[in-house]
T-cell receptor
Framework: DAGVIQSPRHEVTEMGQEVTLRCKPI?????LFWYRQTMMRGLELLIY????????DSGMPEDRFSAKMPNASFSTLKIQPSEPRDSAVYFC??????????????FGPGTRLTVL | QKEVEQNSGPLSVPEGAIASLNCTYS??????FFWYRQYSGKSPELIMF????GDKEDGRFTAQLNKASQYVSLLIRDSQPSDSATYLC??????????????FGKGTHLIIQP
C-alpha cells in the first residue's frame, strides 16, 4: 500500500492568498484526520471525517479554515485568506475504523506551509 | 479539556542503557494510549499502543499504563543512536475500533549518546 499521500509537500504563499492542501487516505480506511504541528502548540487535531462525513471540527481555528471530503479517497483543507500565523506542517492521517479493530492512525508525510 | 503533558527534554541517555519516557494525561475518560516516534522533518510513526493497565512489551519497547495515576510511560531497552528522535504521547477516548482524534503531548526529545 502506498500509505497516506499528501500534496503539495511544500507550499510557500503570500498573506491573503488561498491555500489548498490535499490528502489521499489509505484505501479502505474509514476515518481521515487533519492535524497541524507547530513548535509552540505541538500537534493539534483540526478536524476528522468518518465515511466522508465531518464528525468533529472543533479544532478548526477559525472560519478561514475549511475542509471537505467529497469521496472516500480524497480530502482537502483550505485556508482563505492565509495569514503568517498559519505557517505550520499540516498532516493528514487515516484509520481503518471498526473493520480494522484498532484506532491506530497512520500519518502522511505532511505539507510544510509557509505564509509570508 | 483534554491535556497530555510530557517533559520536553532533551533527555540524554548513553547507548545501551534504558531510556524512560513519561506522560501524564488529564481526562480520566481516555481509553487508548499511543507512543509515536518522530524524526526531525518526518511524520509521526506509531511505536506502540496500550489499552489496559500494566505493561505491554514489543521487542526493545515496553509501554506501561496506570489509569489510576493517569500515567503512561515508554521504556526503550538497549538504546541505539537510531532511537534519537522526539517521542510523542497521545491519548484518545475510544479503543479497539472506531476512532477519535488524538490528543498529543508536545513530545520528549531523546538523544542517545554513542
Amino acid at each position: 500500500d502506498a500509505g497516506v499521500i499528501q500534496s503539495p509537500r511544500h507550499e510557500v504563499t503570500e498573506m491573503g492568498q488561498e491555500v489548498t492542501l490535499r490528502c489521499k487516505p489509505i484505501s479502505g480506511h474509514d476515518y481521515l484526520f487533519w492535524y497541524r504541528q507547530t513548535m509552540m502548540r505541538g500537534l493539534e487535531l483540526l478536524i476528522y471525517f468518518n465515511n466522508n462525513v465531518p464528525i468533529d471540527d472543533s479544532g478548526m481555528p477559525e472560519d478561514r479554515f475549511s475542509a471537505k471530503m467529497p469521496n472516500a479517497s480524497f480530502s482537502t483543507l483550505k485556508i482563505q485568506p492565509s495569514e503568517p500565523r498559519d505557517s505550520a506542517v499540516y498532516f493528514c492521517a487515516s484509520n481503518p475504523g471498526l473493520a480494522g479493530g484498532t484506532d491506530t492512525q497512520y500519518f502522511g508525510p505532511g505539507t510544510r506551509l509557509t505564509v509570508l | 479539556q483534554k491535556e497530555v503533558e510530557q517533559n520536553s527534554g532533551p533527555l540524554s541517555v548513553p547507548e545501551g542503557a534504558i531510556a524512560s519516557l513519561n506522560c501524564t494525561y488529564s481526562d480520566r475518560g481516555s481509553q487508548s494510549f499511543f507512543w509515536y516516534r518522530q524524526y526531525s522533518g518526518k511524520s509521526p510513526e506509531l511505536i506502540m499502543f496500550i489499552y489496559s493497565n500494566g505493561d505491554k512489551e514489543d521487542g526493545r519497547f515496553t509501554a506501561q499504563l496506570n489509569k489510576a495515576s493517569q500515567y503512561v510511560s515508554l521504556l526503550i531497552r538497549d538504546s541505539q543512536p537510531s532511537d534519537s528522535a522526539t517521542y510523542l504521547c497521545a491519548v484518545t477516548y475510544l479503543g479497539g475500533g472506531g476512532a477519535d482524534g488524538l490528543t498529543f503531548g508536545k513530545g520528549t526529545h531523546l538523544i542517545i549518546q554513542p
